[in-house]
């Protein structure tokens, strides 16, 4: 549905990204994560044709973005990192104002503003005037505007940020609620936004990709295997021993808090259980056990810090 091939965009001396290649298809939901200044508002003003990139190509569903813009125009929603808010015109005056500049018929135009509204929880505002809003209902303006064409795909970028905690739950659900329906792209410096959202994630910084897979995937490049923490109540050397002994155990460490275990082991399914017997047939009385997988969050200072991870 989108391919970038090559984007290089230059601002006077300051490379703002380089080369970057990759491919959205269609009905995914797809993060763009990196800190501020990666490029991520760069990018998407370029997939949008807001912007020329200094070299490379972008498509949209087959369509070259600066050759067909039109064609490209009708099939994206953009909400920009600052809505395009005529904040002295009522919400449903500027949604049917967008809707029209966005080519939608006339005789569509009233249904189409309804269902912007509907999908955006906004019906209890849509007769006020969009200055008096507050930020999150300003901001839910921002991606009915981008939905009221009923595009193929959406590009949000940093749809939750300076939200509330209240308001940034409300936009991820509605995040949620496109799934399925559209494709989307969603940019971002906040890490439990992707978790929420999206399917695959894009890590960028600098300009360059340093990381793409699903959420599951970066995670299992970090570890390769997984840690298992155990706590009993009697821990003892035979114990230990013992389980060094399951299958696809790679490592045991006595842990921290009295009682913890901590295991190094193979990804296996079947593991859990094979240590959780073992320690019931011991008699070392099982406390807790939990699989410990790393956080985004971890994946993220890794790659962000050494590069590339692929
Ligand atoms: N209009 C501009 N003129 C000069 N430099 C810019 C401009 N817009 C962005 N940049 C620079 O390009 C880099 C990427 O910016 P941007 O795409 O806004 O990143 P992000 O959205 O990930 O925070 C930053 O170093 C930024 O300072
Ligand atoms: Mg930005």
């Not at 006595?254 to 859990?272: C, F, M, R, S």
């Amino acid at each position: 549905m989108i391919q970038i091939r090559d984007l290089t965009k230059s601002y006077g001396t300051t490379t703002a990204i380089k080369d970057l290649n990759f491919t959205v298809n269609k009905g995914e939901v797809v993060g763009f994560l990196g800190p501020n200044g990666a490029g991520k508002s760069t990018t998407m003003k370029i997939i949008t044709g807001y912007m020329a990139p200094t070299s490379g190509s972008v498509t949209i569903a087959g369509f070259d973005v600066f050759e067909n813009p039109i064609e490209v125009k009708k099939r994206i929603g953009f909400l920009p990192e600052t809505p395009p808010l005529y904040t002295d015109m009522y919400v449903w005056d500027f949604l049917a104002y967008v809707a029209k500049l966005k080519g939608v018929e006339k005789s569509h135009i009233k249904s189409q503003v309804e269902m912007a509204i509907e999908r955006t929880h906004i019906q209890s505002v849509s007769h006020r005037l969009i200055q008096n809003l507050s930020k999150g209902f300003k901001q839910r303006v921002g991606i009915a505007q981008a939905l009221v064409s009923e595009p193929e795909i959406l590009i949000l970028d940093e749809p939750t940020v300076g939200l509330d905690p209240k308001q940034v739950a409300e936009i991820r659900d509605l995040i949620k609620e496109l799934k399925g329906k559209h494709t989307v792209v969603l940019s971002t410096h906040i890490l439990p936004e992707v978790q929420a959202s999206c399917e695959r994630i894009i890590i960028i910084n600098r300009g360059r990709i340093v990381a793409e897979d699903s959420l599951l995937g970066l995670n299992r490049k970090m570890t390769g295997n997984h840690r298992i923490f155990v706590r009993v109540k009697n821990l003892n050397e035979n114990l230990l021993s013992a389980l060094g002994g399951v299958k696809g155990v790679v490592d045991v460490k006595k842990g921290d808090a009295p009682g913890a275990i901590v295991l190094t082991t193979e990804n296996d399914e079947t593991i859990q259980e094979n240590i959780a017997t073992k320690i019931a047939t011991s008699g070392a009385g099982l406390i807790e056990m939990r699989a410990e997988d790393y956080s985004l969050e971890d994946i993220f200072l890794k790659v962000t810090a050494e590069g590339e991870l692929r």
